[in-house]
């Protein structure tokens, strides 16, 4: 019976072994915590032929009595080797460490949900990887530590070799201009703020003379899609159909365009401050703004399209399913002109009332729940003027978030597949929602845009296309004015303009804030500069005196 259970124990251990091995090397080829068949046969031959090598030196040399404190230091010395460089590369993949201004920026918005996004994450892809490859290994790296002389000096050295060889993908990510802007901002680097002639010489603030409106302007649904990009329309059939059919402007041909990212309108909230307002959100090292230190309001003092709308007896409204302090734009919204603001509580009754016990595992609520209340508003509606901004989430990095009341199911578990089946089914809910609009009462005269809010934050899960080909889509559909002359190069901060004269308002000059509307003959600031030069005179912005005045909130 004794020996039974020892084989039984020896046979389980050698199954755990293997399946943990295989896991490893899984790891290694899909990027993920999983492993196929092929992977479980390396495994399972790597493990014979340590099984046999290890039998004929028993049988040569004798066993060696097993030292559990010894066992002990070389399973950490296994699990920092594989978790530190491993930690590195996945900060490196899942954030934006290159782009200091927009990791920055990431790091200083309230976030709620993801942080346990990204700690999951952490641990399927990092944590569990490195506590199976370093149980895999333990066994043949103490058989080797008490089979070599000068064995301490020589783990040491393989120890610092494998750690800067495996971090050099990390630092190499980081350029030296990169490396000093996070260290003035952990060190609190403040520079004398001083005056900006680019902000004086482009900035064009709104005053109410300016504008001016047709008797019959189009009512304005404003959809802010996560991340969607140029890179994804191949995997959205329907986001490809209402691209060909509606107002797209592009700086490249025979092939799908949009705008291009910039410093600060690369996350949700800058991306939504620049394309209200005109402005960017930046977060220099020069100057922390009250944004980054307490999440309140900021730009009270800049308005923005809401306002004009709001001017013009607009009743405006805003739904998210995240909360509505989530990326700070509750609180931007209500400062700006938004008459009502609905938000994860506000779709979570609806569910309630309907007893849906279904929720979608991630920060915030499934967008066919943010799209289904919107249409409950939109019914509410009377003939009186509005707007409605929505945002989605499903499309947010890493990888997405899949509904499973989607009929599309990914081909397998890795990024890629899991990615686009979640682009599908975003694809499908975002037609169906606008075919639903156009086919309103209201749909003639209403105005739906599509926005991208910033390119998808790490490399295209779906697509190898290179980073200054991809761009964020902006798509006007139903448009009052339009034109034929749309190779333009531009950024966020040319969407308000845009926007308005689209809707038949006219802007005196067709210039608001940093931006030019694109149905005018005036010059972008990217057209005028290039993005080389533009990104610098934004990262100096931060520092002048103009730009931060304006964070300053109005007087009581």
């Not at 293997?18 to 992977?39: E, K, N």
């Not at 002990?72 to 996945?90: D, G």
């Not at 890629?416 to 639903?436: E, H, I, N, P």
Request: hydrophobic share 40%; charged share 20%.
């Amino acid at each position: 019976m004794k020996r039974f259970v020892a084989t039984a124990i020896i046979l389980l251990f050698d199954i755990l072994f293997v399946t943990m091995f295989a896991l490893a090397i899984g790891f290694v080829r899909y990027y993920h915590f999983d492993f196929g068949i092929s992977d479980l046969i390396i495994a399972a031959v790597l493990y014979v032929a340590f099984r046999i090598y290890h039998s004929k030196k028993v049988k040569s040399s004798g066993k060696q009595p097993i030292k559990p404190l010894h066992v002990l230091l070389i399973w950490l010395f296994l699990f920092l080797l594989i978790a530190a460089p491993t930690t590195l590369v996945w900060v490196k993949k899942t954030f934006p460490v290159q782009n200091p201004d927009l990791t920055i920026m990431t790091l200083q918005m309230p976030v709620d949900g993801f942080v346990f996004i990204f700690v999951q994450d952490f641990f399927s892809r990092v944590g569990f990887y490195a506590l199976a490859l370093s149980l895999a290994l333990l066994w043949p790296v103490y058989d080797l530590y008490h089979s070599i002389r000068f064995r301490r000096t020589l783990f040491a050295i393989a120890f610092i070799a494998i750690l800067i060889s495996g971090s050099a993908p990390f630092w190499k990510a980081i350029s030296p201009q990169a490396r000093k802007q996070y260290i003035d901002y952990i060190t609190h680097k403040q520079d004398k703020l001083y005056h900006s002639k680019f902000y004086n010489g482009h900035f064009v603030k709104y005053s109410p003379d300016m504008v001016s409106a047709d008797d019959t302007t189009r009512n304005l649904i404003f959809i802010y899609v996560e991340s969607l990009e140029n890179s994804f329309l191949s995997h959205a059939p329907e986001i490809r159909r209402l691209y060909d059919n509606g107002l797209v402007f592009a700086d490249q041909e025979n092939t799908y365009g949009g705008g291009r990212n910039i410093i600060g309108a690369a996350t949700t909230i800058s991306s939504m401050v620049s394309k209200t307002t005109g402005l960017p959100l930046l977060c220099g090292s020069s100057f922390m703004n009250n944004f980054g230190e307490s999440g309140l309001t900021f730009f009270e003092k800049v308005p923005g399209i809401y306002d004009i709308l709001h001017q013009y007896g607009y009743r405006n409204i805003y739904v998210q399913g995240t909360p509505e302090r989530f990326g700070a734009t509750g609180p931007f919204f209500a400062s700006h002109g938004v008459d009502d603001i609905y938000d994860k509580n506000d779709v979570e009754k609806m569910l309630i009332e309907k007893g849906d016990k279904y929720r979608r595992s991630g920060p915030g609520l499934a967008d066919a729940d943010v799209f289904e209340y919107a249409q409950r508003i939109l019914d509410t509606l009377s003939d009186d003027k509005f707007s409605l901004t929505l945002t989605t989430i499903d499309t947010h990095y890493p990888r997405g978030f899949l509904d499973k009341r989607c009929r599309e199911r990914p081909k397998s578990s890795a990024d890629k597949d899991y990615f686009a089946a979640v682009l599908r089914c975003t694809s499908k809910r975002l037609g169906a929602f606008v075919d639903w609009v156009e086919n309103q009462p209201f749909g003639k005269n209403t105005e739906v845009v599509i926005a991208g809010d910033h390119l998808f934050m790490a490399r295209s899960p779906v697509s190898k296309m290179r980073l200054r080909d991809r761009r964020f889509l902006n798509i006007y559909i139903n448009p009052k004015y339009s034109t034929d002359q749309t190779k333009r190069t531009y950024t966020s901060f040319d969407s308000a303009p845009t926007l308005l004269e689209t809707m038949g308002f006219h802007i005196e000059g067709h210039r608001l804030g940093f931006g030019a509307s694109l149905l005018s003959d005036e010059r972008t600031l990217l057209e005028t500069f290039g993005e080389r030069k533009l990104v610098h005179m934004l990262r100096e912005l931060s520092g002048s005196i103009e730009y931060n005045e304006l964070f300053k909130n109005k007087a009581p």
